[in-house]
């Protein structure tokens, strides 16, 4: 068997570079990439038929002073003890 001959059972693809994925068909066809501040970045992902997601923004280096971080439950990981 040949690599690529199409009579294997694995599925295999090109891995694209950061410059080559945005501009793939198969990516602008479904807006993977999108772009923030000049910068070629991911796209928010899930996208929900009935709400979409905030357009991206460049963080601003500011702490949300009104941020709050819940504790893991025991035995997700983390340090439990």
């Not at 993977?32 to 905030?54: H, K, N």
Request: hydrophobic share 40%; aromatic share 4%.
């Amino acid at each position: 068997m040949v690599l690529g001959d199409g009579n294997g059972d694995a599925c295999f693809a090109p891995v694209l570079s950061m410059t080559e994925a945005p501009h793939h068909p198969h990516n602008v066809a479904r807006a993977s990439f999108v772009e923030v501040d000049g910068v070629m970045q991911p796209a928010p992902a899930p996208r929900l038929s009935l709400t979409a997601a905030r357009s991206p923004s460049m963080w601003d280096g500011e702490v949300c002073p009104t941020a709050t971080f819940a504790p893991r439950p025991a035995g997700t990981g983390g340090h439990d003890r």
